[in-house]
């Protein structure tokens, strides 16, 4: 079983940049396709970037689409969003996932009888105008 950690939140001004990590337990985690999700205050939790087991394929929300980046490292055991040009409605608790199927992660917010297999307990985000 894998287990997540997510770190690199924190507060940064609007314009700057932030590199979050998902670091993963175990020795399966390239078996699982990675994702990233965001939830703000008052509202649902967001997709925002998913990635295949072997990195070579990444899907993005239209949102986030040319300022997010995500990636993995297999040999680290960790995917990363990198986020640039953050902008205040940037502002959430970003949360990472895995799951052995790249379609679970992507549907996970709009199919509610599907839900990511593992879950990290997330790290805040404040982008300050």
């Known amino acids: 079983q894998v287990q997540l950690a997510e770190s690199g939140g924190g507060l940064v001004q609007a314009g700057g940049s932030l590199r979050l990590s998902c670091a993963a337990s175990g020795r399966t985690f390239s078996n699982y396709a990675m994702g990233w999700f965001r939830q703000a205050p008052g509202k649902e939790r967001e997709f925002l970037a998913a990635?295949?087991?072997?990195?070579?394929?990444?899907l993005y929300a239209d949102s986030v689409k040319g300022r997010f980046t995500i990636s993995r490292d297999n040999a680290k055991n960790t995917a990363y969003l990198q986020m640039d040009s953050l902008k205040p409605a940037d502002t959430a608790v970003y949360y990472c996932a895995a799951d052995p199927k790249l379609h679970t992660l992507v549907v996970a917010t709009t199919d509610k009888d599907t839900d990511p297999e593992i879950w990290g307990q997330g790290t805040l985000v404040t982008v300050s105008s």
């Open positions: 990635i295949i087991r072997g990195g070579g394929s990444q």
